[in-house]
Nanobody, 122 residues
Framework: QVQLVESGGGLVQPGGSLRLSCAAS????????MGWFRQAPGKERELVAH???????TYVDSVKGRFTISRDNAKNTVYLQMNSLKPEDTAVYYC????????????????WGQGTQVTVSS
């Protein structure tokens, strides 16, 4: 019903920048909160940044001042601008969204993207 497609990952040197994008498509009535999670090898998935439908943002302490989450509601897209990247930011980054879909009725569910690899290394 809903697909989240991420793009923008890759290899970057320490101190560099990347911008991740995640576009939602399908039988979308509305999108509530959206967020970015990451999972490094051997670690649990953690919430990196979160944005409400009204634009209120929250960040994990380790990325405050370096990462910025934003969204374009007209495009059903969420972004993560990552600056001053560090090796410890290396992980697979996942997009998440709570989406209300329409069909036989209205239903809200959590959806995930497929993940995009971010590697910070010299």
């Amino acid at each position: 019903q809903v697909q989240l497609v991420e793009s923008g990952g890759g290899l970057v040197q320490p101190g560099g920048s990347l911008r991740l994008s995640c576009a939602a498509s399908g039988s979308i009535f509305s999108i509530n909160a959206m967020g970015w999670f990451r999972q490094a090898p051997g670690k649990e998935r953690e919430l990196v940044a979160h944005i409400t439908s009204g634009g209120t943002t929250t960040y994990v302490d380790s990325v405050k001042g370096r990462f910025t989450i934003s969204r374009d509601n007209a495009k059903n897209t969420v972004y993560l601008q990552m600056n001053s990247l560090k090796p410890e930011d290396t992980a697979v980054y996942y997009c998440n969204a709570y989406v209300v879909t329409y069909g036989l009725g209205y239903q809200g569910d959590d959806y995930w993207g497929q993940g995009t690899q971010v590697t910070v290394s010299s």
